[in-house]
């Protein structure tokens, strides 16, 4: 199933995105969900062609968990080691933003790079989960771009500022709830230009272990989501251009760049 969340003629709501075609929005129906998507969802009867709809973020997260260097390449392109034990940090929900959403460039920040990766979420409340139970607690999966302003990062030395500006963590298009995460192609693209390509199976440390490892430092509640880290490649965005991160077997999140909200 894919879910998602649009902005209908009747207002915002939770939806099973239905037909055959792939991501081609003229073939797709969005299928309106009562109250939410855990568990089982009840359908309303109301249903919109997805093409007169607006995508927005699939989930409402309380808080995104995210991943730092967890592929090799890239923590050797940023001039370290690969950690022994997953590295985490947090984005506030403040940072996320849904599909064709302008990316927002602070004036503070004098580089901000893209940073794609597959986003995990969460189903129902969670802790302490071992890695064995972890497919148990996720609903499905999505497409994420870990944004950072890279100046700021490295100026700071923790990461709260560089990675948590509004707009700094588009989600989309849907969430996929029937794929399987361990070995999917990733790529990313700037104004149509491959930056990264690399697949879920060089995660240094894979989605189970990622789950027991941050249900151990909290709870996770239904909507929550882990980013799981960017391959290499990473790179700066300029106002005016368009990012795309593509995730085999969910789908494409493309969102442009701007200097101030549109």
């Known amino acids: ?23 081609d929005a003229a073939s797709l129906t969005a299928r309106e969900i009562a109250e939410h998507p855990f568990g089982t969802p009840t359908f309303t009867g109301r249903s919109w062609p997805l093409a007169d709809v607006r995508m927005l973020a699939p989930i409402l997260a309380s808080k995104v968990v995210c991943v730092g260097k967890n592929y090799a390449a ?10 022994e034990e997953p590295v985490i940090f947090m984005k506030p929900s403040t940072s996320i933003v849904g599909p064709n959403a302008s990316i927002i460039l602070p004036p503070s920040s004098s580089r901000v790079d893209y940073e794609g990766e597959l ?11 071992p890695a064995a139970r972890a497919l148990d607690v996720i609903l499905g ?9 890279r100046d700021q990062q490295s100026k700071d030395g923790q990461w709260t500022r560089a990675k948590g500006y509004d707009t700094f963590c588009p989600l989309g298009p849907w969430i996929e709830t029937a ?28 989605i189970p272990k990622l ?11 239904p909507g929550d989501v882990i980013l799981t880290g960017t391959p290499e490649g990473v790179g ?5 251009q368009q990012v795309s991160v593509t995730v085999e077997g969910i789908g494409t999140l493309t ?8």
């Open 1 to 23: 199933m894919r879910l998602g969340r649009v902005a209908s003629p009747d207002g915002v709501a939770f939806v099973s995105i239905e037909g055959e075609g792939g991501a």
């Open 74 to 83: 890239h923590a050797a392109e940023m001039g370290g080691s690969a950690p």
């Open 119 to 129: 986003a995990v979420v969460i189903g129902r409340p969670c802790k302490d989960v």
């Open 141 to 149: 999966y999505t497409v994420a771009n870990d944004v950072t302003a």
């Open 179 to 206: 794929v399987d995460p361990s070995d999917l192609e990733i790529v990313t693209e700037l104004d149509g230009e491959v930056k990264q390509r690399s697949r879920t199976s060089l995660l240094l440390h894979d």
């Open 211 to 221: 789950v027991e490892w941050v249900t151990r430092v909290m709870t996770l509640l």
């Open 236 to 240: 700066p965005m300029q106002s005016g």
């Open 255 to 262: 969102n442009s760049v701007a200097t101030k909200h549109r």
